[in-house]
């Protein structure tokens, strides 16, 4: 099946400072991306779909300008939390899907899981 | 918006029985997804499935689009199927998922 990659698995940042996470889909091309977060023991919520050449879409309660998301090309989604906060310490996990055969089918990223201390 | 409800919340199985996981929906779908995630985190999809039935090993999944129901069914369980089941559904046009709260699975030896 696809792959999608996401790095790093593991951050830990200091307040105040921006922590950027990859995701790539390394044997296909995705036009379009998603960000979920996932707080312990709770679902995964969409933070927003990221669409390849033009402007995320965000979910509602979701702060574009803290949560930057660029799509620059068909295998690379980042998400940059900036002036990152405690309260910002979560699971973060992109997924992509995948055209041709596998049309529809979702597949994840490993995930990043974010401390902000 | 679609309302996805998963059952049981929680279960705990002796190793080799069979096990159901329900997923129930309120709005029709275009495809209904079975992920298993593990305690570090990651998403494996299992199944994506429209109508009828899959299997995959000692996987099976089932769908009823009429009653807006799913099942994930479990053969001869494991230790190692010890994981978080979650449901998700796309609607028609779209590839966005809405998520079920999950069903944990612990598996005893």
């Known amino acids: 099946g696809a792959v999608v990659s996401q790095h790093p698995s593991r951050v830990i940042c200091k307040s105040g400072t921006s922590v950027k996470i990859e995701c790539r889909s390394l044997?296909?091309?995705?036009?379009?991306m998603f960000w979920y977060r996932q707080f312990p023991k709770q679902s995964l919520m969409l933070m927003a779909t990221?669409?390849?050449?033009?402007?995320?879409?965000?979910e509602q309660g979701v702060e574009k300008d803290k949560f930057l998301i660029n799509h620059a090309s068909l295998t690379l989604s980042t998400l940059t939390v900036t002036s990152a906060h405690p309260e910002d310490s979560s699971f973060y996990i992109c997924?992509?899907?995948?055209?041709?055969?596998?049309?529809?089918?979702?597949?994840f990223g490993q995930g990043t899981r974010l401390t902000v201390v | 918006k679609n309302e996805v409800e998963q059952s049981p919340q929680n279960l705990t199985a002796q190793e080799g029985e069979f096990i159901t996981i329900n997923c129930s929906y309120s709005?029709?779908?275009?495809?209904l997804h079975w992920l298993q995630q593990h305690p570090g985190g990651g998403i494996v999809s299992l199944f994506m499935l429209s109508s009828g039935k899959k299997k995959h090993g000692r996987l099976i999944a089932t769908i009823n689009i009429q009653e807006k129901h799913s099942s994930l069914h479990i053969t001869a369980s494991h230790p190692r199927d010890s994981a978080v089941y979650i449901c998700a559904v796309r609607s028609a046009g779209s590839y966005q998922l809405t998520f079920g709260k999950g069903t944990k699975l612990s598996v005893i030896p």
């Open positions: 044997d296909f091309q995705a036009t379009t």
């Open positions: 709005v029709g779908i275009s495809a």
């Open positions: 990221s669409n390849e050449g033009s402007k995320a879409t965000y």
């Open positions: 997924s992509a899907s995948a055209p041709g055969a596998h049309t529809g089918e979702a597949f």
